[in-house]
């Protein structure tokens, strides 16, 4: 009773601890009803793994795989066969009884197989019943049954286990190099889905930087029309802000537009059917990503990364194969020992007794040759093999220098991301202050409508530039996760 309760509390404390992940059908229903979907990232990317239909073919690619392993073992089960048959023989003579019947009734087994070793095995157990006319018989009827052990050996082709389970150790490398390659389409699609959320992202902001460029455009033309009204301004300088605020609402239809292309992209990868929803981007890019040094990320890249990893096993793959066909080149000699006992008498029970191995039984010893002349066929598999594996390591040297690329290659990404922040960060502040000065000078009638625009335009800018910022570091981030082999979140 005390195990029971102790085993309820674990369960409902991981229950407590462990984040919860809401079905799709859970977030469709949150959108019908609010027009909207609340989504973080890590969400996002547990979703598309979740639903993505590559990841699954993936998966029953390595279950297929992991099939193969019992396949390639099953050469070593072993099998049981059992014959039950009956004859009968009519013999014509030319004599006074004028012929014979013979009937004779088999129950014959045997179990067989294959050790590691290469060794082949069959033991047998066979029984039989023969009955006949003649007068000449002893026994008739009579009953005869016997064991039977034969046992052959390779002993230079096809010798030892490495040979013998070359092709299992083939296919559970295959199945490793199947899950990687499982991994590999888990990480594809979480860092697609992860940049298409922080793409998503840079399209609202660019949306929402438009509307506070239209906002202070209207702003400006309700400025501008009091002062016509006033007498201030003359009435042409309406048209300049009319003009600008039309452009201004011309380039929000656009943004608005980039943000319902982007919301598909995130919805086609999440694998759902809410189109007419909009998707709330709950989660912020982060302002910093922390960095270690080139040559540990290389290392760590050189470690992780599941095509790496899977190019070292299909080497691994290639060198037993070349060491297989090396084998196959050799002789084929078998050595072969086969021992039986028997016995015969009235029945059954009479023939089992009279079974002795000390005088009833009969051995057999023995070597078999066979030398396939120009032994084309092995030889040609061997060289294939040679050359696969010398094609896998180059590929895995290839491989190498690739991989070390593309992670200096994010790594400066991520570098000049940050430095892209800091940048846009000042930027925003110069054009706030800029726009500030402008609108100032305009009010003391020491600047004009058009430079006031213009710092309008260079702040809205800023405001998106910033912001872009900060999602793309968020995405190099993403790229630098991937060259390692890692999941983005």
């Known amino acids: 009773m005390r195990l029971f309760v102790f085993l309820i509390i674990i369960v409902l404390a991981e229950l407590c601890t462990t984040p919860y992940l809401k079905p799709v059908w859970a977030y469709e229903e949150d959108a019908a009803n609010n027009n909207t979907m609340p989504l973080t990232i890590e969400e996002a990317v547990n979703m598309a793994i979740e639903n993505n239909f590559s990841i699954k073919v993936n998966k029953y690619k390595s279950e297929s795989a992991n099939a193969q392993i019992i396949v390639e073992e099953s050469e070593f089960d072993p099998s049981l066969n059992i014959d039950l048959k009956q004859s009968v023989d009519k013999l014509q003579y030319i004599s006074s009884d004028g012929g014979q019947d013979e009937r004779l009734t088999e129950l014959d087994t045997a179990i067989g197989g294959k050790f590691f070793t290469g060794t082949e095995y069959e033991l047998s157990f066979n029984n039989k019943r023969y009955e006949s006319s003649s007068y000449s018989l002893l026994i008739n009827p009579y009953y005869s049954t016997n064991f039977a052990l034969t046992l052959t050996q390779p002993l230079i082709k096809n010798f030892g286990i490495d040979v013998q389970t070359t092709q299992i150790n083939v296919a559970k490398n295959k199945y490793q190099i199947s899950n990687l390659d499982f991994d590999t389409k888990v990480i594809e699609i979480a860092a697609k889905t992860a940049k298409a959320y922080w793409n998503l992202k840079i399209a609202q902001y660019r949306l929402n930087s438009e509307n506070v460029a239209l906002e202070l455009a209207l702003h400006s033309q309700k400025q501008v029309s009091a002062k016509i009204e006033a007498g201030l301004l003359p009435a042409v300088d309406i048209y300049a802000a009319d003009s600008e605020v039309a452009s201004r609402q011309e380039t929000l239809i656009d943004a608005k537009k980039d943000v319902l292309n982007a919301e598909d992209e995130v919805k086609q990868l999440l694998g759902i059917n809410t189109w007419h929803y909009k998707i709330n981007t709950v989660s912020e890019p982060t302002l910093t990503v ?28 290639k060198e037993l194969l070349l060491n297989y066909y090396k084998n196959q080149k050799l002789l084929d000699v078998d050595a072969f020992a086969s021992f039986e006992v028997n016995g015969m008498g009235d029945d059954y029970p009479a023939a089992f007794e009279k079974i002795s191995p000390d005088d009833k ?54 570098e000049y991301a940050n430095k892209r922040v800091s940048a846009a960060q000042k930027t925003l502040i110069a054009a706030k202050q800029n726009l500030d000065a402008k609108e100032g000078k305009l009010n003391e009638g020491l600047s004009t409508l058009n430079e006031v625009l213009q710092s309008q335009k260079e702040y809205a800018t800023a405001l998106y530039e910033e912001k872009k910022a900060v999602a793309d570091l968020s995405i190099s981030a993403i790229e630098l996760k991937k060259t390692q082999g890692l999941l983005p979140y």
């Open 290 to 317: 922390e960095t270690k040094d080139e040559a540990t990320l290389i290392k760590k890249a050189l470690k992780i990364r599941q095509d790496y990893r899977k190019t070292e096993i299909e080497k691994k793959n």
């Open 361 to 414: 039984h009969y051995w057999l010893l023995g070597l078999s040759m066979n030398v396939p002349i120009g032994n084309r066929k092995n030889k040609g598999n061997y060289l294939a093999a040679k050359y696969n594996l010398n094609e896998t390591v180059a590929s895995l040297k290839e491989l190498e220098r690739n991989i070390t690329q593309e992670v200096r290659a994010a790594l400066r990404e991520v």
